[in-house]
C-alpha cells in the first residue's frame, strides 16, 4: 500500500472507520425504508435504533477472528448495541448488499477529491499554456527537429488532453457509483425495488439497473481504467519533461530546491526525479486497470475472487492518482522554463526547418512537386553533412532563384507563418484570451 504518500481525506475514506460508517448507514435506512416505506414496524423503532447502533474496529476485529466473516463480524458488533432493536437489523439483506453499495459510496468519495485535484492541475496548465502561448520553439517528431510550434501548445495539449480525462471518469463515477440491495442473487426475494430506490437516494447515488449478488464488475472495471488512461496523460507530460531537461536540450527544468542532491556521486547532477516518479506510477496504475479487467468475470451469481483484489486496487489506485495530481501540479507550478535555449534550439539546425516552406512556396510557383522536393533536398543535404547555413546555400541555388527572389525567400525563412493559426487552436479548446 501506498498510504504513507497520502494527504489524508483520501486515506480516511479507505478507512474501517468509514467502510463500517457507511454500512451502518446502510442498514439504518434500510430499516427506516421498511417502516417509512413497507410499515413494517413504527418509526419510532427506526429512531431508537439510530441512537443506539454503533460499531467498534477493534471489536469487528476480534469477532472476525471468531467468525472468519467480515460482514457477519459486523452485524453481531453492532447488534450488540443494539439490544431488542437487533430483531429490525439486516432484515431481508444480504451481506453484499452493504459492500457494494459502501463500496460505491467509497468510490463517489474518492472521485470528488481526484475531480477536485484535476481541476487545479487543469489552472495551472492553462496558466502555463496562456503564458507561453507565443513563445516560438521547435517541435520534433521522432525526437528530431521538425518545424517550429509555440511553447504554449505543449501546455494547451495537455490541457486538452486533462479535460477529456476528466470527462472520461465523470462517465465512469457514473456507472460505478451504483448500489443493490436485491438480496442474495439479485431478486429482490426479501426486500422489494423501493427498498432499494429509497437507501440510494438517500446516499446520493443510484440503484443499480440489474444485479446477481454482485454490482457487474465491468463498472468498476470502467473506472480503474479512466484512471489507468489519466495516469498514462501524466506519464506522457512527465516524459515530455524529462526530454525537455536533457543537458544537450534543456528548455525546462524540474524545480531543484536549496539543499536538495541529485547523486551521491556526482555533485553537479540535476535530475528529473519528480516526472520519473510519475513515468513509474503510470505503470502501477496500468497494472490495476488489468487487475480490474480480470475481475469482470465471477462464477455465476457470485463469488468472492473479485473482492481480495478490490481491496487493494482501489484504494491504492485513488491514492496514488490523487498524489501524481497533486506532485504535477507542484511541479509545474515550480518548473524553470529557458527562452533563451529554446531559442538557441530552435536554430540548431541552420535553418533546415524550414525545407517543407521553401518546398510548398516552390510548388505555388508551378513547380512540379518532385522536382521541388529534389532541390530542397539537396540543399539540405549538403546543409546537414558541412554544417552550413540553409539559406544561404538555397539563395546560390540558380533553380530555385528562377522562382523565388530573395526577399521572398526571407520570408520564407520566417517562423511567424507556423504561429499564425494558434490563436485558433486555443479557441478550440477554450483557452481564449
Known amino acids: 500500500m501506498i498510504e504513507r504518500y497520502t494527504r489524508e481525506p483520501m486515506s480516511e475514506i479507505w478507512s474501517d472507520e468509514n467502510k463500517f460508517g457507511l454500512m451502518l448507514e446502510i442498514e439504518l435506512l434500510t430499516a427506516e425504508a421498511q417502516a417509512v416505506v413497507l410499515k413494517l414496524f413504527p418509526e419510532n423503532v427506526v429512531a431508537e435504533m439510530r441512537k443506539r447502533a454503533s460499531f467498534d474496529v477493534k471489536r469487528i476485529s476480534e469477532l472476525e477472528n471468531v467468525t472468519n466473516h467480515d460482514i457477519v463480524a459486523f452485524i453481531q458488533n453492532v447488534s450488540e448495541s443494539l439490544g431488542e432493536y437487533a430483531a429490525y437489523f439486516h432484515k431481508g439483506l444480504t451481506s453484499n448488499d452493504l459492500i457494494d453499495t459502501a463500496f460505491a459510496v467509497q468510490i463517489k468519495q474518492a472521485t470528488e477529491i481526484i475531480l477536485k485535484d484535476i481541476d487545479k492541475l487543469l489552472s495551472v496548465v492553462r496558466q502555463k499554456a496562456i503564458s507561453y502561448k507565443d513563445l516560438i520553439c521547435i517541435g520534433r517528431t521522432h525526437g528530431v527537429h521538425a518545424e517550429p510550434i509555440t511553447f504554449g501548445l505543449k501546455f494547451a495539449l495537455f490541457y486538452d488532453e486533462l479535460a477529456r480525462a476528466k470527462r472520461r471518469i465523470l462517465l465512469a463515477l457514473e456507472d460505478v457509483a451504483v448500489g443493490k440491495l436485491s438480496g442474495a442473487v439479485g431478486n429482490f426475494a426479501h426486500n422489494p425495488p423501493q427498498i432499494e430506490a429509497y437507501v440510494c437516494e438517500k446516499l446520493g447515488i443510484k440503484p443499480c439497473s ?85 475481475d469482470v468475470a465471477l462464477w455465476h451469481e457470485r463469488d468472492i475472487s473479485h473482492s481480495s483484489v478490490e481491496r487493494v486496487v ?112 486555443y479557441r478550440r479548446i477554450g483557452l481564449d484570451t
Do not use: C
Not at 516518479?277 to 479487467?293: D, K, N, V
Not at 490523487?322 to 530552435?346: A, H, Q, T
Not at 522536382?371 to 547555413?389: H, L, P
Open 210 to 294: 440489474i444485479t446477481t449478488q454482485v454490482v457487474p464488475r465491468d463498472r468498476h472495471a470502467s473506472y480503474i481504467t479512466s484512471l489507468a488512461l489519466l495516469g498514462a496523460s501524466i506519464e506522457r507530460f512527465a516524459i515530455e519533461i524529462r526530454h525537455l531537461q536533457r543537458t544537450e536540450v534543456l528548455e525546462a527544468e524540474e524545480p531543484f530546491k536549496k539543499g536538495q542532491k541529485g547523486s551521491s556521486a556526482m555533485p553537479h547532477k540535476r535530475n528529473p526525479i519528480l516526472s520519473e516518479r510519475l513515468t513509474g506510477q503510470a505503470r502501477l496504475l496500468r497494472s490495476y486497470a488489468l487487475a480490474a479487467m480480470e
Open 314 to 425: 482501489f484504494p491504492d489506485a485513488t491514492i496514488l492518482v490523487d498524489y501524481m495530481l497533486s506532485k504535477l501540479k507542484g511541479l509545474l507550478e515550480n518548473l524553470n522554463v529557458y527562452p533563451e535555449n529554446i531559442k538557441r534550439n530552435l536554430n540548431l539546425t541552420n535553418g533546415l526547418i524550414y525545407s517543407q516552406s521553401l518546398l510548398s512556396a516552390l510548388m505555388d510557383k508551378g513547380v512540379e512537386r518532385m522536382k521541388a522536393y529534389e532541390w530542397v533536398q539537396r540543399n539540405a543535404m549538403m546543409s546537414w553533412n558541412e554544417g552550413t547555413d540553409f539559406l544561404s546555400l538555397v539563395k546560390s541555388d540558380k533553380e530555385i532563384l528562377k522562382h523565388i527572389s530573395e526577399d521572398e525567400l526571407e520570408n520564407i525563412f520566417s517562423p511567424d507563418r507556423f504561429v499564425k493559426n494558434i490563436g485558433e487552436i
